[in-house]
């Protein structure tokens, strides 16, 4: 009966031969991942130097993984990640924004833990601790997400038998209920942001001088950051007649600045109306004459391209801690007053406003969401008082009319009741 082949992967006894003084040779058949059975051998000062330096060989001898057919157990997950993520841009699915997201979880969560983790190592006990010790839960569950698309391909190519992720930890972040500036809040953090803009303790050009007008467009619009970086001059509507002045969001900006004519969805890209504080803002940009290239940005950088959106969020970080004193010496509040504060927040300020005002619909319309839902869940802060809807209440009132019995509603057979057990 015929000897059974050694599995895929594999080696066979190994042997060790002195083939001269202090020379010494180990020597093993390895299958390899093709089917093909091969010798390998490796030399060393004593026989035990040559075994080691032989089994560590056999341990690394998956092929370069520089294609998808080369994915094997040995494979990384370094360079499983790298394979998966060309497969998922070859197939042109998906969004730049989510390539680079999943980009961004790849190279500073899942490579610096367990990159160097082999596709055969990774076990659901392995991989749930590391899903687990990811301090972010919103990190933590994209981690999650690229993690499994990559052992899922590892198994398509049978590498692995099952998708070990499919077992691990669901990590859930507790929802935050939205939360939204108030008017006086607005104020004092627009008093803020004018202080820190201009300025430059350290020398050099002031910083941060159209900051403001930023501001001010992110809170007259409701657009996402992306997006109001993206505004360009050749979309701009002025008033005419009974027409007010418009603008219209034409594409947004990715976290690499690189300008794409698509918003994050269909109908972010339409006309908003400009309130006059924005019109006022945007008038005052174009007065700076800035060098813009040919997208023509209104906001442009100081090489005249788009801005990048983290740059933003870094200013706003150190406006909003800004200090500012009044004339007595008397300061408006802590440092981390507005730490809570990010560009989103202008978003749902917005949509809060306008919800109050003009209802639901009115505000999915401004932040050109498909769903009222999506703005009622997530960008609408809920009112700690409810509307005053007496008016429609008091259609509930009890009317005094004969009933059977001899007494009216509101009265009993001893007389009137007590003011405290009437209807309200």
Known sequence: MARPPLPLGTWGTITRTEVSPGRWRARAKYRDWDGRTRPVERFGKTGAAAERALKEALRDRAKPTDDISDITRDTTLTDLAALWITKREAEGKLAQGTIDNYNEIIDTVIVPAVGAVRVGEATVGRLDAFIRAVESPNYARLARVVLSGMMKLAAQHDAITHNPVADTTRRTADPKPPRALTIAELQQLRVRIATWSGGNARGGPPRGLDFPD???????????????????????????????????????????????????????MQWLPMPDFMVAAVKRQIARNLPTDELGLLFPSRTGGPRRTSNIRRQLRAARSTIVYDENGEPDGPEDLFDWVTPHVFRKTVATIIEGVEGMDAAAGQLGHSSPEITRRHYVQRAKVAADMRHALNQLAPVRRPVSGGFQVGETKKGPLPDSRKGA
Request: with cysteine; hydrophobic share 40%.
């Open 214 to 268: 930023l501001a001010d467009c992110l809170v007259g619009s409701g657009g996402r950051i992306s997006e109001v970086l993206a505004f360009q001059k050749s979309a701009i509507q002025w008033a005419d007649g009974d027409t007010p002045a418009m603008i219209r969001i034409t594409g947004k900006v990715d976290k690499r600045g690189v300008f794409v004519p698509q918003a994050k969805s269909d109908g972010a």
